[in-house]
């Protein structure tokens, strides 16, 4: 791991457990043991590491399918789009930690450079929903809703599974991979079985 790795790295870490405002300079210096030139040698401020911090973690969300084919199943674009969320947070640890202290603090550290990447996502929702067959009640679906529904559904029903608070269901504690195929299928059928015509 390259220096600025291990900065980055570690930066995520502290961000992730503590938030923007709770994390210095100062205590990054002591954590990875470098001096404070190191660190403002590759970022030249905080503002500057937490940014790259996020588009770290939010670039290494990667979306493996085709949503452009035309003759895409909404239903199998929906499905691989939830498996897909859940297997980015199992690869990437800290991205909920992040995303939710951000929203806790309506995305006041979130700048223009970091809003494509999030853009994006509502977009996959949108054309998704546009490929699925939906009762007449949800034809003027809220992307947004949509959107937020999925994501604070995945997000708090594993950090409830992943805490060692006595919440949550004994045969899914603090197993990541059991919690996110529960949820990925949960989910999906909620959401089909909701706002989709029955064949």
Known sequence: MTTKEQILHTATQEFSKLGYNAVSMNDLVKKLKLNKATIYYYFKDKKTLYEEVLKDALGKVSLDFD?????????????SYIDNLCFNIEKNPYLIALGLRELANYGANIN??????????????????????????????????????????????????????ALGTEELKQNDKKTLDYISNFLFQIIINAVCKEK
Not at 116 to 144: A, G, H, R, W
Not at 145 to 160: C, R
């Open 67 to 79: 949503l452009s084919k035309d003759e895409g199943d909404g239903k199998i674009l929906l499905k």
């Open 112 to 165: 223009e450079n970091i809003l494509p990447l999030i853009s994006k996502q509502i977009t996959y929702v949108d054309i998704i929903f546009s490929k699925l067959d939906l009762n007449s009640e949800f034809e003027n679906i809220n992307t947004y809703a949509f959107s937020s529904l999925i994501h604070g559904t995945i997000h708090n029903f594993y950090v409830i599974h992943m805490s060692k608070l």
